[in-house]
């Protein structure tokens, strides 16, 4: 079965550190997408990435950047400088082929991000 | 514009209650979706509407019933619903559902309290 484990529940950081959050998947699918969402606490969650299985290669967005790893089965993120608006929590999530019908997503349980100034 | 409106914003019923969520988006993305979402846990998914047709149903209690009346809207009617129906609903696009790598939009999502 299709999982996403984050097993990191809760980090609090200052700000301005560096901070990782793992995520780490299960599939037997050769295809397959992974991405991160933010929940601030007003609720909503905000797409930050999509890597499918074929591109290996990391990215960086300003402070946001993204290591993939086939072999150990890891989509992690890391925040360089954190910053207060950086608290929320992070969900990772694996998009899931079902009934023949497309993707649904897999979420990870979340990562609650605190950064205190 | 990547903006997904869901209203009311919060919501307190009885277990008597008939009430509506009502989410709009612009986007012209052909999949809907609706999610609940307990505290302290990821969103759980519900329904799925591809092309206006519902798609698929995570076996959810016929207390909650969709409906997609075109292609920008997406309702949820609920019904005799329980206290642990209380939750965060949010309401989620996407271009489509047959490629699985198309991201989905979320709304701010309906806060739910039965009472």
């Known amino acids: 079965a299709q999982k996403v484990t984050q097993a990191q529940t809760e980090i609090s950081v200052v700000e301005k550190e560096d901070v990782t959050l793992d995520c780490v998947y299960e599939?037997?699918?050769?295809?397959?997408?992974l991405f991160w969402y933010k929940q601030p606490p007003s609720g909503e969650l905000v797409f930050l990435i999509r890597r499918n299985s074929f591109d290996e290669q990391n990215e960086i967005s300003g402070r946001y950047s993204w290591n993939f790893q086939k072999s150990t089965s890891s989509f992690n993120f890391t925040i360089t400088a954190s910053q207060v608006v950086d608290s929320a929590v992070y969900f990772c999530?694996?998009?899931?082929?079902?009934?023949?019908?497309?993707?649904?997503?897999?979420f990870g349980q979340g990562t609650e991000l605190s950064v205190k100034p | 514009d990547t903006e997904v409106t869901q209203t009311p914003k919060h919501l307190v019923m009885g277990m008597t209650n008939k009430k509506s969520l009502k989410c709009e988006q612009h986007?012209?993305?052909?999949?809907m979706y609706w999610y609940k979402q307990k505290a302290k846990k990821p969103p759980e998914l519900m329904f799925v509407?591809?092309?206006?047709?519902?798609?698929i149903n995570e076996s959810v209690p016929s207390r909650f019933s969709p409906e997609c009346p075109n292609s920008s809207l997406l309702n949820l009617h609920l019904h005799a619903l329980q206290p642990e129906d209380s939750a965060l609903y949010l309401c989620?696009?996407?271009?489509?559902?047959?490629?699985?790598?198309?991201?989905?939009?979320f709304g701010p999502g309906t806060r739910l309290t039965v009472t």
């Open positions: 999530a694996l998009s899931e082929e079902i009934y023949n019908q497309g993707g649904k997503l897999i």
């Open positions: 986007m012209g993305h052909r999949a």
């Open positions: 989620a696009s996407s271009q489509g559902i047959n490629v699985l790598g198309y991201e989905q939009y």
């Open positions: 509407y591809s092309y206006e047709k519902l798609s």
């Open positions: 599939t037997r699918d050769t295809t397959y997408y």
